[in-house]
């Protein structure tokens, strides 16, 4: 199911829209909207061989292990948002460091899920007390061999994050 869909009338003058399930646009008064991926930033905070997740708290995937991180607001710098959701979710300051890259996924485990557009960053902890918090339910450091099995982790894009963080620093 795309963002679009269901769309049928104007947000902002009720009038009937046109198009399609990537651009809508009004006649009446000119409102045109397309469909996007929900940008996110997260971070792997390493410390040595070993990586912070987050277990989550709520669904999606309530219980899974997660890379703590979560969706940027409107016109944030992903950076400074990265900064922000780190600080939220787990009370740690931290340094961004190598830039991981980009994953396309859904928040959610079905095609009717919200799309999301994922950038990742190592990042190195440089304050802050840790403690589960917004929608964190338990932090822990797990150990480069001895991370969780695929099926414990949260999104598909986690394993893939993991698994590229873990080829690149064999």
């Known amino acids: 199911m795309g963002e679009l869909d269901g769309w049928t009338f104007c947000p902002r003058c009720r009038s009937e829209l046109a198009g399609d399930h990537v651009r809508l646009a009004c006649a009446a008064c000119g409102f045109v909207v397309y469909a996007s991926s929900k940008p996110t930033a997260a971070a792997l905070c390493v410390d040595g061989d ?19 991180g979560g969706f940027l607001e409107e016109g944030e710098d992903p950076v400074a948002g990265l900064r922000r959701e780190l600080r939220e979710e787990t009370g740690l300051e931290i340094e961004p460091e190598d830039f991981l890259g980009i994953w396309i996924d859904r928040y959610g485990g079905d095609s009717t899920a919200e799309a999301t557009l994922n950038l990742y960053w190592t990042a190195r902890v440089v304050g802050g007390e840790p403690a589960a918090a917004d929608d964190v339910a338990e932090l ?6 001895e991370l969780p099995a695929a099926d414990e982790l949260a999104f598909e894009n986690v394993s893939l994050v993991l698994a590229a963080w873990r080829d690149e620093h064999a």
């Open 50 to 68: 070993r990586v912070l997740l987050v277990r989550r708290a709520f669904p999606p995937f309530q219980g899974f292990w997660d890379i703590p």
């Open 140 to 145: 822990r450091w797990f150990d480069r061999s």
